[in-house]
Every structure is written in structure tokens, then in C-alpha cells.
């Protein structure tokens, strides 16, 4: 079952390919990397997830990379937590009037 970490402090010039490699090193298996884009902006918001194949590649993936330098920036690197009920972008509407 995969693992999703959460990658943060990653450059803007990062690019999922730069992480897919980082994160493989070692033997380690990656099933997925996204990085979250700003969807007004469209530009990279400066945090990633990275879905690892097993708890294990997981764990070394964190040992190995969390605190280290890349593209100038150091990495954090932590397992990701659950979605939050409520949690999410958008524009928040209360009561009839559309919260105005």
C-alpha cells in the first residue's frame, strides 16, 4: 500500500521530475509526485506530495531527505496527514448573501 509524504520549503523552479529522481534514490519505489499548483496563479505553490510504494520506502525516503538542500531551498519531509473535514480552497459563502 503506498505512503504519501508531504514534501515542503521546495523551490519554484522544482519540477516533479527533479523529485521523482530525488525521492527514487537509494532503490526506493515512487508511485506518484504532484506538486500543488496555485490555481489562479497557475504557478507552483512551494509544497509537493510524493506517494511512496511501501511504508519502508517511505520511512528511508524521510531519513534520508527531510532537512536536506535541494535547489537552494531545505526540505521538509514528514509523512502527510488526512484531508480535514471542511478543509479545501474556494471562496467561503455564509448565509444568504453570499458572506457580504
Known amino acids: 500500500m503506498a505512503t504519501k509524504l508531504y514534501v515542503g520549503n521546495i523551490s519554484f523552479n522544482t519540477t516533479e521530475s527533479t523529485l521523482r529522481t530525488l525521492f527514487e534514490g537509494d532503490g526506493r ?3 506518484e509526485v504532484a506538486i500543488v499548483m496555485d490555481r489562479d496563479t497557475g504557478r507552483p505553490r ?3 506530495f510524493v506517494s511512496m510504494a511501501t511504508p519502508e520506502d517511505s520511512r528511508t525516503a524521510i531519513e534520508a531527505l ?10 521538509t519531509v514528514s509523512e502527510a496527514k488526512p ?10 459563502r455564509f448565509g444568504s448573501d453570499g458572506g457580504r
Open 83 to 92: 484531508k480535514t473535514a471542511g478543509a479545501g480552497g474556494g471562496p467561503r
Open 66 to 75: 527531510n532537512g536536506r538542500e535541494v535547489e537552494g531551498r531545505t526540505l
Open 29 to 31: 519505489r515512487v508511485e
Open 46 to 48: 512551494g509544497f509537493a
